[in-house]
């Protein structure tokens, strides 16, 4: 199985500042097929990220994610009130298992 | 409203058994991939396995292999997450979640509510 390693495991940035989180591949991910979520407490996880650097419908577009191969990441490039939380990469590959990254924790600093 | 339903909170003993359910609406179920995620207290996302409920199609994480067993009711939409002895470390939140794709395994594009499962003596 891929085993997807997130870095840091937690970022303490004040609201306005720049986020970019790490999530590193164990093998290639087979055609960047590499999505992030944003958790918060007491909620479902929300798809913000698809095929490495693709929106889901609806997120704003201070997210963006790049990368491909191994090393991928997510950038917040103004971080609001509301993007403090847990964000966790998943790599779906060309057929399951799929695996989560163990997360990263983005707090108010 | 395109949306996935979990049944409520359960509280067991271990070697207990359990079924949980997760219900859609809105949408073709029959063509969407459905996975199911464990976050465990304090702990991250994992994926335990995914199912097509058009045929039954299942494929598990080698973690969860033999540990829980997934099946689905197309006739009522509904994917079912079942345990046959339950142990204190089961005890998580649950979540199945819908891939963004008709009948391809992709991202998780649709998330139900969670079902919490407490394992204790």
């Known amino acids: 199985d891929i085993v997807l390693t997130q870095s840091p495991g937690t970022l303490s940035l004040s609201p306005g500042e720049r986020a970019t989180l790490s999530c590193r591949a164990s093998?290639?991910?087979?055609?960047?097929?590499l999505a992030w979520y944003q958790r918060k407490p007491g909620q479902a996880p929300r798809l913000l990220i698809y095929?490495?650097?693709r929106r889901a419908t609806g997120i704003p577009d201070r997210f963006s994610g790049s990368g491909s191969g191994t090393d991928f990441s997510l950038t917040i490039s103004r971080l609001e009130p509301e993007d403090f939380a847990v964000y966790y990469c998943h790599q779906y590959g060309s057929s399951p298992p799929g695996t989560f990254g163990q997360g990263t924790k983005v707090e108010i600093k | 409203e395109v949306q996935l339903v979990q049944s409520g909170a359960e509280v067991k003993k271990p070697g207990e058994s359990l079924k949980i359910s997760c219900k859609g609406s809105?949408?073709?179920?029959?063509?969407?991939?459905i996975g199911w995620v464990r976050h465990l207290p304090g702990k991250g996302l994992e994926w335990m396995g995914i199912i097509f409920p058009g045929d039954s199609d299942t494929r598990y994480s080698p973690s969860f292999q033999g540990q829980v067993s997934m099946s689905v009711d197309k006739s009522i939409n509904t994917a079912y997450l079942q345990w046959g002895s339950l142990k204190a470390s089961d005890s998580a939140i649950y979540y199945c979640?819908?891939?963004?794709?008709?009948?391809?395994?992709?991202?998780?594009?649709?998330w139900g509510q969670g079902t919490m499962v407490s394992v204790s003596s």
């Open positions: 979640a819908r891939a963004r794709v008709s009948s391809s395994w992709d991202a998780f594009d649709l």
């Open positions: 095929g490495a650097s």
């Open positions: 809105a949408y073709s179920f029959a063509t969407y991939w």
């Open positions: 093998q290639t991910v087979s055609g960047n097929y």
